[in-house]
């Protein structure tokens, strides 16, 4: 379980709110028109279905018995799958990318691109893998 303290808005999981306290508010957070959300689900796999929480205080979010990692971000980007998601600033910008290579079955797959200064909240089944990086990689 992840404590989110509010001040300024954030976005979650749609279903992933275990508790509050304070004076909070949640709205349904759409991706956009129709067409938008049928393509985006349909199409790539990766939308997400998300709640705006506003106010003061804090909220308490879970999903699944699944780890959570906190990941800052300072200005890099972050790829990952939109089911992953638990939570995430307002301030980040996401964004839908297509990913092509012969070495993926049917040649397309799609990522969710998350990037700016925030914080979001990942799940994962166990501990990740992570590979150090030690040069800046470019697409």
Same mark, same amino acid.
């Given at each position: 379980?992840?404590? !989110? #303290?509010?001040? /300024?808005?954030?976005?979650?999981?749609?279903? @992933?709110?275990?508790?509050?306290?304070?004076? !909070?508010e949640f709205d349904y957070k759409g991706s956009g028109g129709m067409r938008?959300?049928?393509? *985006?689900?349909?199409? =790539?796999?990766?939308?997400?279905?998300?709640?705006?929480?506003?106010?003061?205080? &804090?909220?308490?979010? /879970? *999903?699944?018995? #699944?780890?959570?990692?906190?990941? *800052?971000?300072?200005?890099? @980007?972050?790829?990952?799958?939109?089911?992953?998601?638990?939570?995430?600033?307002? =301030?980040?910008? =996401? *964004?839908?990318?297509?990913? &092509? @290579?012969?070495?993926?079955?049917?040649?397309?797959?799609?990522?969710?691109?998350? @990037?700016?200064?925030? #914080?979001?909240?990942?799940?994962?089944?166990?501990?990740?893998?992570?590979?150090?990086?030690?040069?800046?990689?470019?697409?």
């Amino acid at each position: 379980m992840v404590k !989110v #303290t509010l001040g /300024a808005d954030a976005y979650a999981k749609r279903g @992933s709110m275990v508790a509050y306290q304070g004076n !909070v508010e949640f709205d349904y957070k759409g991706s956009g028109g129709m067409r938008q959300q049928f393509f *985006e689900a349909k199409m =790539t796999g990766q939308k997400l279905q998300l709640m705006t929480c506003k106010g003061q205080g &804090e909220v308490f979010l /879970a *999903e699944d018995a #699944t780890d959570l990692h906190i990941v *800052e971000l300072n200005g890099q @980007s972050l790829c990952i799958n939109a089911n992953n998601v638990l939570a995430f600033d307002t =301030t980040l910008k =996401t *964004e839908i990318q297509r990913i &092509e @290579s012969a070495g993926i079955p049917g040649g397309v797959m799609f990522h969710l691109l998350v @990037s700016g200064q925030g #914080t979001i909240v990942v799940m994962t089944h166990g501990t990740p893998v992570t590979l150090p990086g030690r040069r800046p990689d470019f697409r």
